[in-house]
């Protein structure tokens, strides 16, 4: 795996987050596509944010060799970050509905 791959796949675990917390809180849903979109960028944002912690990419393939524990838990900080995002965005649209009202 390279440090690219490893990107991807955390990307795609927040977007599946996003999702699958906007299936479970039907009132936290964007539907398909925002939820996608809110697990893209809460993702990249928790895992660009906590990455420096030591689970980055780079961190995971260290000197040619793969960390697994270090891997498990750059999928569940992603996993949270797509989830966390697609609150957060419902959280601001509904503050900026209430003012427009």
Known sequence: MTETLISLLSILIGIIGAIIIGLIYKKHSFGIVGNTIAGVFGSIFLIKSFGRLGFNPQS?????TFNGLLFSINCIVS?????????LIKIISRRMNKKNS
């Open 79 to 87: 996993f949270l970050g797509g989830a966390l995002g697609l609150i």
């Open 60 to 64: 995971i393939i260290q000197d040619e």
